[in-house]
C-alpha cells in the first residue's frame, strides 16, 4: 500500500465505515442466519452472552464492594484514637471564641445560645472555628 501514514489511515477509516453500512443495511433474518450458519443457534448464543455478561457485572460489584470495605478498614485503622474532653473547658472555649469574632461575622442563633447546644454541637463548632483559624487548636487540657 502505497502513500503516507495519514492516507493509510484515511483509507482504513473508509473500509470500516463502508463495512459498517454494510452491516447496518442488511436484514436481521439475513445476519441471524449467516450467524446459525457459522457458529450455531444464535439464541442459545444471545443466552450465553447474557450469563457471561451478569455474571461479569457481579464480579465488578463484588470488587467494587470488597475495595470500599478495604478502603473502610484502612480509614478506620488510621483514625486517630478520640480524646477524652472536658466539656465545661469546651464551652468556656468556644464562649471566647465567639466573643472574640470580629464584628462582621455573623453567627446564627444557635451560636449564640449556649444553652441549646449539645455536646456534639459545641464540639463540632469549635472544630469548624479551628479550621477557620478564627481558633487554635486545643493543646489537649482544654485551655488554649
Not at 457481579?58 to 480524646?83: C, E, T, V
Request: proline content about 3%.
Amino acid at each position: 500500500m502505497t502513500g503516507t501514514k495519514k492516507e493509510r489511515r484515511a483509507a482504513l477509516a473508509r473500509l470500516a465505515d463502508a463495512l459498517v453500512e454494510d452491516v447496518l443495511a442488511t436484514p436481521d433474518q439475513e445476519l441471524l442466519a449467516e450467524f446459525s450458519d457459522a457458529h450455531g443457534d444464535a439464541a442459545k448464543n444471545a443466552e450465553a452472552m447474557r450469563a457471561l455478561f451478569e455474571k461479569s457485572v457481579l464480579k465488578s460489584n463484588k470488587d467494587r464492594l470488597r475495595a470500599a470495605q478495604a478502603g473502610l478498614a484502612a480509614s478506620r485503622a488510621s483514625a486517630a484514637p478520640s480524646r477524652i474532653v472536658n466539656m465545661q473547658n469546651a464551652k468556656a472555649r468556644l464562649r471566647r471564641a465567639l466573643a472574640s469574632c470580629p464584628s462582621d461575622v455573623q453567627l446564627t442563633l444557635a451560636a449564640r445560645n449556649e444553652d441549646e447546644l449539645s455536646d456534639a454541637d459545641v464540639l463540632g463548632m469549635l472544630q469548624d472555628l479551628e479550621e477557620l483559624g478564627f481558633v487554635t487548636p486545643d493543646d489537649g487540657d482544654g485551655q488554649s
